[in-house]
């Protein structure tokens, strides 16, 4: 894992993260973030049973 920095106002949020990147948050609720070396995701927490459908169309 990197050492992912989070500063949050008015957030909560759940951060994953595996880079050295800087993430800021303002005014989100129930959101779900996952920060790798490739990609970033963002997802609505009402809407994680979809992240199946967005993994079966990756390479």
């Known amino acids: ?9 008015s957030a ?3 951060v994953y993260g ?3 990147r ?3 948050l303002v005014g989100l609720d129930g959101i ?3 920060d790798t070396e ?3 995701l963002v997802l609505a927490d009402a809407y ?3 992240l199946t459908t967005l993994v ?3 390479p």
């Open 1 to 9: 894992m990197g050492s992912t920095v989070v500063d949050a106002v």
């Open 38 to 40: 490739d990609a970033l």
């Open 56 to 58: 079966a169309r990756l």
């Open 12 to 14: 909560r949020t759940t």
């Open 18 to 20: 595996a880079t050295d």
């Open 32 to 34: 779900g973030i996952l």
């Open 22 to 24: 800087h993430i800021a």
């Open 48 to 50: 994680a049973q979809d």
